[in-house]
């Protein structure tokens, strides 16, 4: 509770289930990171969705302060793609012996590692690096770069120079990375001082000469999968004290790793893990662009997920080529006609259609 009293930023939360609705204040925000439901600070007030896998400790003794989820320090959380950016350790091996760390490993009890958003990168100019997981079985793979001379390096390419790659497959939970030297004892290579080797987020990472330096962080970003649950959304959805999703949203299973996911509905927008009134999934008024009707001449009809498109009085709907929902609105010219050329092609459009 103590940091609630300590931080501005305090959200007023209505839990989802009504028969236990109460104002509560959950903190969702720690030192930079926005911490949106359903993930959540503190036991207290039900502020994460289930006060286990997705809850979230502040940790203000940084500066700024820093978020961890059961030991990951989180810098990212996205509700849209049901994904988090988390910090992990690089396994690293330096010719000169004195910093020597060649294994590093990770396990997620509940999240996935992303495979769209990852690599596993090795950077090094006598290297060796594998990365062993498990999803059913156990699996390894790796990939290894061996070079003599940093001329040799192209930056921004990552192919087999100084820097090598490989995808990893969907729904891994657990690594070990390990480096070795392609062969016993690792070359003393002047401009390539230590190898590297870790699981990252593919667009933050970004290869160069200058990265067969030593690095400054030990830590990269790695990008998590997450879910509700262990349920498909069909057996969720049986208990509606327990499912996840709010109203105006649809419930989908990413795969990878057993729960769900909710998004809201086309036309809706907000936090599809929240009640409408307090967040949740609304309707998004089209109307109030200006550009939605294609024009101030037209009629725009907000309606619930959607909206309607009309012409006054006096003139007509003419629909655009291969388009029965883009038109605009004509005066009839003084020589009556019901078709139109467009683009070479004859449009027909309906007589009389007009509103009133
Ligand atoms: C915050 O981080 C510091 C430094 O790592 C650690 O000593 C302390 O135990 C942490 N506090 C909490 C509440 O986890
Ligand atoms: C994070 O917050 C600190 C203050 O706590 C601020 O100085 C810094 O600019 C912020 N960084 C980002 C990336 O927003
Ligand atoms: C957080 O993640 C979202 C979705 O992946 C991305 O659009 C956004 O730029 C990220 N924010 C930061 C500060 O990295
Ligand atoms: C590697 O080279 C550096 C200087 O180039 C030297 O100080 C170090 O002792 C060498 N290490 C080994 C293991 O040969
Ligand atoms: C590669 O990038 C590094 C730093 O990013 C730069 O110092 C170096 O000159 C670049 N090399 C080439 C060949 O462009
Ligand atoms: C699913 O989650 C529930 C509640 O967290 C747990 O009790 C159960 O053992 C889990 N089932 C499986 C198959 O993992
Ligand atoms: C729904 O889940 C709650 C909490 O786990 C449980 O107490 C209740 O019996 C479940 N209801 C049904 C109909 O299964
Ligand atoms: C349209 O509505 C949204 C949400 O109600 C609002 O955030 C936005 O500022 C509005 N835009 C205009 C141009 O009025
Ligand atoms: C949208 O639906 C809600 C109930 O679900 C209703 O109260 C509201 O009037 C509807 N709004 C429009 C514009 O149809």
Request: net charge negative; glycine share 8%; proline share 4%.
């Amino acid at each position: 509770m103590g940091f609630v009293v300590f931080y501005s930023l305090i959200i007023s939360l209505w839990v989802l289930d009504e028969a236990a609705a109460a104002v509560v204040s959950c903190q969702h925000k720690c030192g930079n990171l926005t911490i949106p439901y359903p993930f959540g600070v503190g036991t207290a007030n039900d502020c994460s969705i289930d006060n286990n896998d997705f809850l979230i400790t502040c940790n203000d003794t940084f500066e700024p302060p820093r978020s961890f989820l059961g030991g990951l320090h989180v810098t990212n959380i996205s509700v849209v793609d049901g994904q988090m950016t988390v910090m992990l350790y690089m396994a690293f091996d330096c010719s000169d012996n004195n910093i020597v760390d060649k294994y590093s490993w990770a396990n997620l009890r509940k999240f996935t590692f992303s495979d769209t958003r990852n690599k596993f990168i090795a950077i090094g100019c006598d290297i060796q690096a594998t990365i062993e997981g498990k999803i059913s079985g156990s699996y390894t793979t790796g990939c290894f770069s061996a070079c003599d001379s940093i001329d040799d390096v192209v930056n921004g390419s990552c192919v087999g120079i100084g820097c090598c790659q490989t995808a990893i497959p969907k729904g891994l939970q657990v690594y070990d990375v390990r480096v070795t030297s392609i062969n016993q004892q690792r070359r003393n290579l002047s401009f390539n001082p230590c190898s590297y080797a870790f699981l990252a987020e593919e667009s933050s990472f970004s290869f160069s000469s200058t990265s067969l330096q030593k690095f400054n962080e030990q830590t990269v970003p790695v990008v998590l999968e997450w879910t509700i649950g262990n349920q498909t959304c069909e057996e969720a959805k049986r208990n509606s004290t327990t499912y996840g999703c709010g109203p105006n949203t649809h419930c989908y299973e990413p795969g990878g790793a057993p729960g769900y996911r909710c998004n809201c509905m086309d036309g809706y927008e907000g936090n599809p893990y929240l009640a409408s009134s307090h967040g949740g999934c609304q309707d998004v008024d089209e109307c109030n662009k200006s550009s939605t009707c294609n024009g101030l001449d037209n009629i725009c009809k907000n309606k619930n997920g959607s909206y309607e498109c009309s012409c006054p009085s006096g003139t007509k709907k003419i629909f655009a080529r291969n388009s029965d929902a883009i038109f605009d609105c004509h005066r009839p010219s003084t020589k009556p006609s019901n078709k139109i050329l467009i683009g070479g092609n004859t449009v027909e459009f309906p007589c009389g259609n007009s509103s009133k």
